[in-house]
């Protein structure tokens, strides 16, 4: 799902609110090519992998919010991105991280 959207609408989606959706696999790294990205909620999902770099390109990005995926790998938000909640603890949602 997630790469379908990215592939047929890449230049047009501006919000992206999938979370608790049962999405499973990776965020593909096209994510960077939704250049008009200003909120991405993917949180609640089976994702998997790392989080990638490309998602720094979006620049117009103000939220992102990760948590309560198995997402790995080392990953730091945009200075531009005021609201990026990227890890939490699963069983105890006040250990989320903004990073």
Not at 12 to 35: F, Q, R, V, Y
Not at 37 to 43: M, Y
Not at 59 to 72: G, P
Not at 74 to 91: A, R
């Amino acid at each position: 799902l997630i790469h379908l959207l990215l592939t047929a609408y890449h230049s047009a989606i501006a919000d992206a609110w999938l979370h608790s959706n049962m999405l499973k696999g990776t965020i593909p790294s096209e994510i960077g090519l939704m250049t008009n990205l200003d909120a991405v909620n993917l949180a609640w999902n089976e994702l998997t992998g790392n989080i990638p770099t490309q998602i720094g390109l979006l620049t117009k990005l103000t939220l992102l919010e990760l948590h309560h995926n198995d997402l790995s790998g080392q990953f730091t938000c945009p200075v531009s991105v005021p609201t990026c909640l990227v890890s939490c603890d699963n069983v105890n949602d006040t250990a989320c991280r903004f990073l």
